[in-house]
Nanobody
Framework: QVQLVESGGGLVQAGGSLRLSCAAS?????????MGWFRQAPGKEREFVAT????????NYADSVKGRFTISRDGAKNTVYLQMNSLKSEDTAVYYC???????????????????WGQGTQVTVSS
């Protein structure tokens, strides 16, 4: 079993930055499998944001965040990060991290590929 805990959300003005963290515990092989970030705004479906493969060599982003967000991981700390710059009001959502231990080298855009989810952290961008 894997536990994922997100942190770093909050209220920020448009144009500002936040860094989300997702700490994993409960499984020593965290550093080897694919991780992702998703978000869900009020009244909308959950959507893909970014993903990173096991060794951190491959990343993939939603078009809406490409060039503004950066996903990274620190295997020694069992943590995945999402650096969010140039935030817009439309980035307001609950952000979730997810883990896919069945996959090591792939980057995954579909939420059905992920087995473990965090509880989410709220990001609010004021215009």
């Amino acid at each position: 079993q894997v536990q994922l805990v997100e942190s770093g959300g909050g209220l920020v003005q448009a144009g500002g930055s936040l860094r989300l963290s997702c700490a994993a515990s409960g499984r020593s092989t965290f550093s080897s499998y694919t991780m992702g970030w998703f978000r869900q705004a009020p009244g909308k479906e959950r959507e893909f944001v970014a993903t990173i493969n096991g060794d951190g060599g491959r990343t993939n982003y939603a078009d809406s965040v490409k060039g503004r967000f950066t996903i990274s991981r620190d295997g020694a700390k069992n943590t995945v990060y999402l650096q969010m710059n140039s935030l817009k009001s439309e980035d307001t959502a609950v952000y979730y991290c997810a883990g896919a231990p069945r996959f090591l080298t792939a980057t995954l855009r579909m939420d059905s590929s992920y087995d473990y989810w965090g509880q989410g952290t709220q990001v609010t961008v004021s215009s």
